[in-house]
């Protein structure tokens, strides 16, 4: 049996939620739906009225991967509606801030949009558009960690909170949260990807500012492994030998200069703290050898 309905009432959107939602979301039920604030609703917006998740932790948006999604949307529509809050007489994204982004690109007037009942707080904001860029994996570990920061500092939840709240353990977050305190050269060079948050981590011991810089130079450079840059920062911080006091220094050198004169060849004297210390006399060929140990004396015969 035909459908005795047009076929432009029939054919969903371009951009639309697919036949069988657009047909249960007619203009009755778009109405029916603002107007049931018990009720999450599926909608469609006008893309004017949905302003940005003001609580957005990403701050960075690849253009590239921008960009494949703005054709997608363009040959397909915006397929998974975008999560929003009524206020006013418009909508204030939570999450799918990429999908709106590429739908304006696009120049779509209208997208898919599922309409939280409950009114959201800034607290669920930053959590819901948390989660869903941390499982998308669109967030760099900075701006996860400063997302992860926010909801500590400014809405007391704990490490524990947190990490149950965006599906991580807490060790997970408790070192993403460690990374911001890198020295600015090292949080520029962990987003833009130069180095990975294990390399950051290994680089986190170094306290000394023109340590650091060496260090994450060398990094970056000779593009160690997270191996090499701990062992590279075990070396950076161990503490440089215990040199001498001057006036011990100044001894041994007479005494290197008097054996100088007394063997006719150069004699170093090298002491320690301790005033312990080695003696290293210059030969250049057996001859003088010979010569040398003639004059130290020869070596003692076994029987």
Same mark, same amino acid.
Request: glycine share 8%.
């Given at each position: 049996?035909?459908?005795?309905?047009?076929?432009?009432?029939?054919? *969903? $959107?371009? &951009?639309?939620?697919?036949?069988?939602? %657009?047909?249960?979301?007619?203009?009755?039920?778009?109405?029916?739906?603002?107007?049931?604030?018990?009720?999450? !609703?599926?909608?469609?917006?006008?893309?004017?009225?949905?302003? /940005?998740?003001?609580?957005?932790?990403?701050?960075?948006?690849?253009?590239?991967?921008?960009?494949?999604?703005?054709?997608?949307?363009?040959?397909?529509?915006?397929?998974?509606?975008?999560?929003?809050? $009524?206020?006013?007489?418009?909508?204030?994204?939570? %999450?799918?801030? @990429?999908?709106? @982004? #590429?739908?304006?690109?696009? &120049?779509?007037?209208?997208?898919?949009?599922?309409?939280? #009942?409950? /009114?959201?707080?800034?607290?669920?904001?930053?959590?819901? %558009?948390?989660?869903?860029?941390?499982?998308?994996?669109?967030?760099?570990?900075?701006?996860?960690?400063?997302?992860?920061?926010?909801?500590?500092?400014?809405?007391?939840?704990?490490?524990?909170?947190?990490?149950?709240?965006?599906? =991580?353990? $807490?060790?997970?977050?408790?070192?993403?949260?460690?990374?911001? +305190?890198?020295?600015?050269?090292?949080?520029? %060079?962990?987003?833009?990807? *130069?180095?990975?948050? &294990?390399?950051?981590?290994?680089?986190?011991?170094?306290?000394?500012?023109?340590?650091? !810089?060496?260090?994450?130079?060398?990094?970056?450079? =000779?593009?160690?492994?997270?191996?090499?840059?701990?062992?590279?920062? $075990?070396?950076?911080?161990?503490?440089?030998?215990? +040199? /001498?006091? *001057?006036?011990?220094? @100044?001894?041994?050198?007479?005494?290197?200069?008097?054996?100088?004169?007394?063997? &006719?060849?150069?004699?170093?004297?090298?002491?320690? =703290?301790?005033?312990?210390?080695?003696?290293?006399?210059?030969?250049?060929?057996?001859?003088?050898?010979?010569?040398?140990?003639?004059?130290?004396?020869? /070596?003692? =015969?076994?029987?």
């Amino acid at each position: 049996m035909s459908d005795p309905r047009p076929e432009s009432a029939s054919r *969903a $959107r371009p &951009g639309g939620l697919g036949r069988g939602l %657009a047909a249960l979301l007619g203009e009755e039920s778009r109405d029916a739906a603002i107007g049931a604030p018990l009720q999450d !609703a599926f909608l469609r917006v006008p893309v004017r009225l949905i302003a /940005p998740n003001p609580e957005q932790p990403r701050t960075v948006f690849a253009q590239r991967a921008l960009d494949e999604l703005t054709e997608s949307v363009r040959e397909h529509g915006v397929l998974a509606p975008l999560l929003v809050r $009524r206020e006013g007489a418009g909508y204030v994204l939570l %999450a799918g801030e @990429r999908r709106l @982004r #590429a739908a304006q690109n696009v &120049g779509l007037t209208e997208v898919p949009v599922l309409v939280r #009942a409950a /009114p959201s707080t800034s607290l669920e904001q930053l959590e819901l %558009a948390l989660i869903e860029n941390l499982q998308r994996e669109d967030l760099d570990p900075v701006e996860a960690a400063l997302g992860y920061q926010r909801l500590v500092q400014q809405h007391g939840r704990t490490q524990d909170q947190v990490a149950q709240r965006v599906g =991580k353990d $807490r060790a997970t977050v408790a070192n993403a949260l460690r990374l911001l +305190k890198l020295p600015q050269e090292g949080l520029r %060079a962990l987003r833009a990807g *130069a180095i990975s948050a &294990g390399h950051a981590r290994a680089l986190l011991p170094l306290e000394d500012p023109a340590q650091f !810089a060496v260090a994450l130079a060398t990094v970056v450079a =000779k593009g160690l492994s997270v191996r090499a840059t701990e062992d590279l920062v $075990r070396a950076l911080r161990r503490p440089p030998p215990a +040199k /001498p006091p *001057a006036g011990q220094v @100044r001894a041994f050198e007479r005494v290197g200069e008097s054996l100088t004169r007394a063997l &006719g060849t150069r004699v170093a004297v090298a002491s320690k =703290k301790d005033g312990s210390g080695r003696i290293v006399i210059d030969f250049h060929d057996s001859g003088e050898l010979e010569r040398l140990i003639g004059l130290i004396g020869p /070596p003692a =015969k076994h029987g």
